[in-house]
């Protein structure tokens, strides 16, 4: 599966390059099926991933961020996320992601997991019982070492304010603006926990958001939990929202609690 | 001046990429002038640059982040930070820079500026009165839009509680760890407000990293203050450090009061 999702990834970094930074980019075109705005560059992303797919002729079902559940009555289905960081995207801020898994169910049911850094052409690569990878070579969670910490955490005006103790524990904190690819970094050593903890439900997290990341995370030795410091779970269902902690060293898991 | 700071900077930057990811990338290797750490890869990046100024054999005094004053009796000043986020670099996190000036005295002398994103190898040059560019294409900052505002926020256990009720005021806040090109992102319309206000002054910023991107941000309409309101100036003295408002948009000066 893994030249398939590289192929669908390219397909859609090729095509939303060249659109970075122009006025069409930025403009709402419609509403996911979320409700949340389109905007133009979400449109190009989307419709680049399902010529892909098409040219493919992948057996699959499908759930986007941007149109409604496609049913082949396939026994597995592709998760995507066209672009993870839409607002990054739309502004031009250099950090944000296409977010591709396949699996049945449920989060839990994801086998293969792949996110592509779209600025940078950066592949994380999960499959499931086999490991991860960046860029072909394997990657691996780090232990936490709280003099050497940093912290990934999503902040501003729909961030509960828990959100704001977790960032006075780190003299390291960063905010990218892409969850998927911030898991990703999460998986690949440079940093230690993704805290995304939202004011309200209407803005945590979906399935296509963290699908892939998930899987990519947990096969280099880290663990993604819910607030209540449970294993998350999500289901294929865009109605699913929950908050976040994802870390690379198990013994942070008390961080949400 | 433009082709010899691009070659500079290139040098650092084809310097550096081989390293990123490996263990001597971040190992202590000694003090820079201040008494910071500077890491394997801040040592590789100095020395790529400092070659880059011999081969041009440019007649300009040398204030960089990581070595003494160099005094050739110049009229001018080559004011280097070979690494503007040092701590992404050393985790391999993909947001720092090269910044790059040239002029007398202090910061309102500055005459030419350029900050390469080392990541991507996009190039933003200003030069005095002569307008901004990215990757040769003229900048220019944003009128601020407060349904579409992004703060990018320095955050951690060294800001100012200050910077946690700033970041309530956006709801898309990020904070990406290079002082230099996060100006850079104010100059070129992607962002509103650059906050970095420190805890105390040895954590504030210093005259190498916002030389080349104050003058860039003023070029393309924005400006620089500091937290009393005044419009900011530095002298070319790596004691002198300030925490730092850079905006698009002249109104969101109020911020810094």
Redesign the interface.
């Known amino acids: 599966m893994k030249s398939e999702l590289t192929e669908i990834a390219s397909a859609v970094r090729n095509a939303v390059l060249p659109v970075l930074g122009k006025a069409s980019a930025s403009e709402i075109v419609g509403r996911g099926v979320d409700g949340a705005p389109s905007y133009g560059v979400d449109a190009v992303a989307e419709k680049a991933a399902m010529d892909a797919v098409e040219r493919l002729a992948l057996r699959l079902n499908i759930l986007s961020e941007e149109s409604a559940y496609v049913d082949k009555g396939a026994a597995e289905t592709l998760v995507i996320d066209p672009i993870d960081g839409s ?2 995207a739309i ?5 944000f992601s296409v977010s591709l898994a396949v699996g049945s169910r449920n989060l839990s049911g994801i086998k293969y997991g792949l996110v592509m ?1 779209i ?2 052409g ?1 592949v994380y690569y999960g499959e499931k019982g086999k490991g991860a990878t960046c860029n072909e070579g394997p990657i691996h969670t780090r232990l936490f070492d709280e003099k050497k910490s ?2 990934l ?1 999503y ?5 509960s304010a828990n959100a ?1 103790d977790i ?11 892409s969850a998927a690819l911030e898991m990703c ?1 999460i998986a ?1 050593g ?2 230690d926990v993704f805290y995304m903890r939202s004011v309200d439900s209407e803005h945590a997290l979906r399935i296509v958001d963290i699908a892939a990341s998930s899987l990519i995370l947990r096969e280099a030795g880290g663990e993604v939990f819910d607030m209540t410091g449970n294993i998350m779970d999500m289901r294929f269902d865009m109605a699913d929202r929950k908050s976040v902690i994802a870390v690379g060293d198990r013994s942070m898991r008390r961080l949400s609690l």
């Not at 502004?91 to 950090?95: D, E, T």
């Not at 960032?167 to 603006?177: A, D």
Request: no cysteine.
């Open positions: 607002r990054n502004n031009n801020l250099p950090f850094n600025v940078t950066d940093v912290f955490v902040v501003g005006t729909n961030a704001y960032m006075r524990k780190s003299s390291i904190v960063r905010s990218f603006g970094l690949s440079s940093a």
